[in-house]
């Protein structure tokens, strides 16, 4: 595998990210492109061994997410799983998901992406990921590389044998974790389809089977799908994010799910919690909750100050 | 009506402050947590939407009367069409996807319970001690609200909010200023469906403190998506996005599809 160019230091970069500067684009291009050279080589079921910190949503969060770092350990004293959504919805995304492309290729083996329904073009577009690109870099070209970028991601890990990590849900065309494996994961996430179920599906509690949605399209999976999806698959948890909750996490199923939160005071005005989720060496789960990093009220900029308690006096009619 | 008791662990945002007689309360909160949103679920029949600020609300009173309008998310979910009676939206895909779904799992016929998903509401607000009645010279004087008064209360509250899956945004907020002599609130509901609808319906409450003049005035406004992109066509195209998602810059591209106005006259005997 070529080299990244000998201009580029990882290393230097992490640290700059960490004071969140942002890297030149010729810089975002070389990384996105190597990423994809590490990634493609992964399946679409990674196996990896506790112990491991389990992140769900950021969403442009960045100082929420050095609060992660801070709370459960820097890399590569702490081996990461990140379950998608990176970006968008938060002011920095790109410091975010830059940070995160460094980490992995600097530490291939103790950081692990898993794609998002949000690690797309179409949804990129629509909710603030492609603006924020724009807006810091002049034009569109890093939102091209990233963009192209996410269609390498991986779709899911199975943490110990044990526990089934995802971004969304079950879909009904996957029984087996080994169907998971034939899917052509490298394009855009369409919007019908296996790939697009395991980024969009929520459980939903009170029902036993697929259910589909009034919205016609997509699914919620309830407690017997998630019961024989765990026996035929001999796992004993499913671990997910992709749903937004007021205390950060939520387990359903008698212990079967979890929903991993790690967005506080998400889009800065939801006023909720958040958690990592901890697997420790025995396959033990463990939640660490906690609020949003007060770094954020500072860097706030004028136009989202009125989201929080901050309110921008306005004259409307 | 049901209430829903504020958590007492987490503080309250908002804001109080009372003139000429008329007070004016905010109150903000985190979004509901699961226990909350259970009760919620049980009494609107209703999957609420993914943020939803249930102890939040917008309250004008005014003492001597007895009067009272206050806006909060329980009632305006509650009016929603809980049937699907009033016509079902669509994501823009879902023949599509319905089409690739049957060939893969025919066997799920399982549909939950048909509801308005956007969170589409005609609420306008839930009026007590008093009545506004339909008048045909109700009118906000919006050249007395363009004057650069002071703002002796500005605030905004969001009362719901959902992505609806990534096909657009549901949004319900209210804002509220109150000047020395007169105050506005507006309650906008803004739906952009993608590739399908733009919604905004908004209602305005005005009061005149020295008449006691109260109007509300309800516009509802919608147009189709692709007219809308149309309209937008001469802006440069990365500026597109972000416009797509403010309603105040679609607002004037939308179409007046209903205009309501009630007045009521408030005073010490009403």
């Known amino acids: 595998m070529p080299g990244l160019p000998a201009s580029i230091d990882l290393d230097e970069c992490i640290e700059r990210l960490y004071k969140k500067e942002l890297l030149a684009e010729s810089v975002i291009e070389a990384v996105c492109n190597k990423l994809k050279e590490q990634l493609m080589h992964e399946s679409n079921v990674v196996h990896i061994l506790a112990p491991v910190t389990v992140v769900g949503d950021i969403h442009g969060q960045f100082f929420d997410m050095l609060e992660i770092f801070k709370i459960g350990g820097f890399c590569p004293d702490t081996n990461y799983l990140f379950l998608g959504d990176y970006v968008d919805r938060g002011l920095f995304s790109v410091e975010t998901i830059s940070l995160l492309v460094c980490l992995k290729l600097r530490y291939p083996s103790r950081v692990h992406l898993i794609r998002g329904n949000h690690e797309s073009r179409g949804v990129t577009q629509s909710y603030g990921f492609y603006t ?20 390498y991601l ?9 526990i089934f990590c995802v971004h969304g849900g079950l879909s009904p065309s996957i029984h087996s974790i080994d169907q998971i494996k034939i899917i052509d994961r490298f394009r855009e996430i369409p919007h019908e389809g296996p790939m697009a179920d395991l980024v969009w599906s929520d459980p939903d509690p009170e029902r036993d089977e697929f259910t589909l949605s009034p919205r016609g399209a997509g699914y919620t999976f309830g407690a017997q799908v998630v019961k024989k999806f765990l026996e035929v698959n001999k796992q004993s948890h499913i671990l997910r994010a992709h749903q937004l909750c007021q205390e950060g996490y939520q387990v359903l199923y008698d212990d079967r799910l979890s929903t991993v939160w790690s967005a506080p005071n998400y889009c800065y005005r939801c006023g909720n919690m958040a958690s990592v989720l901890e697997v420790n060496d025995a396959g033990e789960r463990f939640f660490n909750v906690f609020e949003a990093a007060p770094e954020n009220a500072e860097h706030r900029d004028a136009a989202t100050a009125q989201q929080d308690k901050g309110v921008v006096v306005e004259y409307f009619l | 009506m049901t209430s829903f008791v504020a958590p007492t662990t987490v503080r309250d945002a908002g804001k109080i402050h009372t003139q000429s007689g008329w007070k004016v309360e905010t109150h903000k909160y985190p979004i509901c947590n699961s226990a909350e949103i259970e009760a919620m679920t049980s009494a609107l029949g209703i999957t609420p939407p993914e943020m939803i600020f249930g102890n939040n609300s917008v309250r004008v009173s005014h003492a001597a009367s007895g009067f009272a309008i206050e806006f909060n998310a329980f009632d305006a979910l509650d009016v929603v069409d809980k049937t699907g009676a009033q016509g079902m939206l669509k994501v823009a895909y879902s023949d599509e996807w319905q089409r690739m779904r049957e060939k893969v799992s025919e066997e799920i016929r399982d549909v939950v319970r048909p509801f308005d998903w956007s969170y589409s509401t005609e609420w306008k607000g839930r009026v007590s001690g008093g009545e506004l009645k339909e008048s045909s010279d109700a009118s906000i004087p919006y050249e007395k609200l363009r004057r650069p008064d002071p703002i002796l209360l500005f605030d905004d509250v969001v009362l719901y909010e959902d992505e609806l899956a990534d096909n657009g945004i549901a949004m319900l907020s209210v ?43 309800y516009v509802s406004r919608e147009s189709k998506y692709e007219d809308v992109k149309k309209k937008l066509a001469m802006y440069p195209q990365d500026d597109i996005p972000s416009l797509m998602r403010d309603p105040n810059e679609l607002v004037e591209l939308l179409p007046i599809i209903e205009t309501t106005r009630e007045k009521a006259t408030i005073t010490m005997n009403a």
Not at chain 1, 154 to 162: E, F, G, K, R
Not at chain 2, 198 to 212: K, L, M, N, P, S
Request: aromatic letters at 12%; hydrophobic letters at 40%.
């Open chain 1, 132 to 151: 924020e690109c724009s807006r810091k870099y002049g034009n569109a070209n890093v939102w091209h590389h990233f963009t192209d970028m996410f269609d």
């Open chain 1, 154 to 162: 991986t779709l899911s890990v199975v943490i110990n044998d044990d």
């Open chain 2, 175 to 217: 804002k509220i200023r109150v000047m020395p002599e007169r105050l506005l609130v507006l309650q906008r509901f803004f739906l952009r469906l993608d590739g399908v609808v733009v919604r905004i319906r908004d209602t305005r409450c005005f009061v005149e403190f020295a008449t006691g003049e109260c109007v509300r005035e």
